[in-house]
């Protein structure tokens, strides 16, 4: 019994692992309620590269009309002048997104805070299903936190994000994923 239990724990971490790179590489972008793209770094009021992928990845989708909404996420560091969301507010602006199809959840400093976030902001708009915007290996854990909160979830992923497929950087995001999936478990089967 003891070396069964032994056994599951590394399968179990190789399991999520797997799940996290069939995610990023199979997730597709469905029609939806709203586009959630979740924050990335910026750099005074500009988004960092991986952040402005992300965007135009949502502006692409936003412009196909797989939704009607973007959602941005992202608080802001100590000394930080412009949160995440408000700089991509302003970017989507730039580019032609009506301010009245983009909202702010600008509180979150993790992707759990602002997942929270994203669901008190919507409650009662009638959204019921995100489409999520960020980088492959972020993406199931970030559906899984939003179907926990109680949306229908789905994921694209930014195709021109600078953090390369089955790349080293990659890879380190994959393990840190794992570890954030694992840790989401008590919360996801009710034990926290």
Not at 41 to 53: I, L
Not at 152 to 178: L, M, Q
């Amino acid at each position: 019994m003891v070396l069964l239990f032994a056994l599951m724990i590394p399968l179990s971490i190789g399991l999520v692992g797997v799940a996290v790179y069939w995610e990023a590489r199979n997730a597709e972008a469905r029609e939806a309620g709203a586009i959630v793209v979740m924050g990335a770094a910026q750099f005074d009021g500009r988004p960092s590269n991986v952040f402005e992928a992300r965007l135009e990845h949502a502006l692409d989708l936003y412009e196909r009309g797989f939704a009607p909404l973007i959602v941005l996420t992202g608080g802001n560091m100590p000394g930080d002048a412009f949160t995440e969301a408000e700089t991509g507010a302003q970017y989507l602006v730039e580019r032609g997104v009506p301010e009245t199809a983009i909202r702010w959840e600008n509180r979150g400093r993790d992707s759990w805070q602002s997942m929270q976030g994203v669901a008190a902001m919507l409650e009662g708009s009638g959204v019921g299903s995100l489409l999520i915007v960020s980088d492959g290996f972020h993406l199931l854990r970030s559906e899984l936190m939003a179907r926990e909160l109680g949306f229908t979830a789905y994921g694209s992923a930014a195709p021109d994000s600078p953090i390369r497929t089955w790349s080293a950087n990659e890879f380190s995001y994959v393990i840190r994923e794992t570890g954030g999936i694992l840790a989401l478990v008590p919360t996801l089967v009710g034990l926290n």
